[in-house]
């Protein structure tokens, strides 16, 4: 199991690698380059039971499709890479009804985010949300960053981070479980338009979320900085880059590939 999990995101990553180097078409979009590769994990407190059965909720919505069910809605393709295991709870036992403090990054469209009306939206809000109901509790959703994981955790502020989150698992403060997704920070254009490859975007504008992280992405890049003509910050996160990058208002966005396999579905 552990190794099909591993060949399932070296694909899912193999696959945006080619994406890049290609410059292929992914929907209505392109991609021209990928400035970082990340993974996205779940992590919890050392010795604390919620992992035995979060993890036992995870498997039975793994084997009974649930998992699938929910990617589909937000990814064109499910590329997720959960442990399966029916009846998995049963080694475990149903514990005590409780609320489940998760931890989310509400700035991870589409894993995590706040929709208009104020609510906990994303592909990973509604994995923890059926996980929540398969063992009898509530979600409770915290805004949090993945870098304060081991703080927020440790002090008790959350029991679970997960929510668009990359995960050290090389800090052994808390446990972090294998990678279920890949993603990527991607520079991307519209298919149709005339930047298709990275010199196509030499006098173009680059629009990039105000969250440094991205930006720290384009200024490890020699190449990208040398190209565009203006980078311009946007705020709003990915929904905001792609209304701009489909208005026509910019030539190319840099994104989470989470974000623009949603836009491709």
Known sequence: ?????????????????????????????????TLADQQFSIGYRSGDNVQQYVEAAIRELAADGTMHSIALKWFAEDETSFPSGSGALESVGM??????????DEDAFPMSYMDEGGNWSGFDVEAATAVCTRLGWTPKFISIKAENAYVE?????IDVAWGGLALSSEDGSYVVSSPYISNSVVVVSRAGADVRS????????????????????????????????????VTGGAQAL???????????IVVYSVALQYYAK
């Open 1 to 33: 199991m552990a190794l099909k999990r591993a060949a399932a995101l070296v694909a899912a990553a193999l696959l945006m690698l080619c994406l890049a180097a290609c410059g292929t078409t992914v929907g209505s979009y392109r991609v021209l380059t």
């Open 95 to 104: 514990p005590e009804a409780r609320t489940l403090l998760v931890g989310v």
């Open 153 to 157: 955790l440790s002090s008790g502020n």
């Open 198 to 233: 990275m010199r196509g975007l030499s006098g173009a504008t680059l629009a990039v979320d105000v969250e440094q992280k991205y930006m720290d992405a384009v200024l490890a890049n020699e190449d990208l900085m040398e190209r565009p003509e203006q980078i311009k910050r």
């Open 242 to 252: 792609f209304s701009s990058l489909n208005a026509g208002e910019v030539d190319a």
